[in-house]
């Protein structure tokens, strides 16, 4: 079971992303299920890593990730192939369109979501202890 445990967190990540593009822009993408898993996946390993690092801290690693990979799947998806799955030119502080600073605040947000989800669910499924968070 414990193999199995990264794919499952990558699942319910994916997941849990399609469904916040969905309520809140009304439309996905299935590369976005790729992107949420990955970020939900790696968030949780940096939790898991830096259990005694400061939750602010971890906020913000896990919005640089999810920053990176949201920069490199656009450049994929939207700039090589063409596919238009999002478009942030009209944003302030964008880079090439795929990236910018209001969503990575966005980012920066979610990320305690996320690590906090990320030990309920391994509490829930797998028995582990859920941590108690410092600021500092």
């Given at each position: ?40 996946f ?28 949201e ?10 192939l ?55």
């Open positions: 079971m414990k193999k199995l445990r990264p794919l499952i967190l990558f699942g319910i990540g994916g997941l849990i992303y399609v469904l916040i593009e969905l309520i809140a822009r009304g439309r996905s993408h299935w590369s976005m299920f790729i992107v949420g898993g990955l970020a939900f790696l968030i949780g390993c940096i939790n898991e890593k830096c259990r005694k690092m400061p939750l602010v801290r971890q906020m913000l690693i896990g919005a640089i990730v999810i920053t990176a990979l920069f490199v799947c656009g450049c994929i998806v939207n700039l090589w063409g596919w238009n799955v999002w478009d942030y030119s009209n944003m302030p502080f964008n880079l090439l369109g795929q990236i910018c600073l209001p969503f990575t605040v966005i980012w920066f947000f979610l990320s305690a979501v996320a690590v906090v989800l990320d030990d309920w669910i391994r509490h829930i499924l797998w028995g582990e202890d859920i941590p108690h968070y410092k600021w500092r």
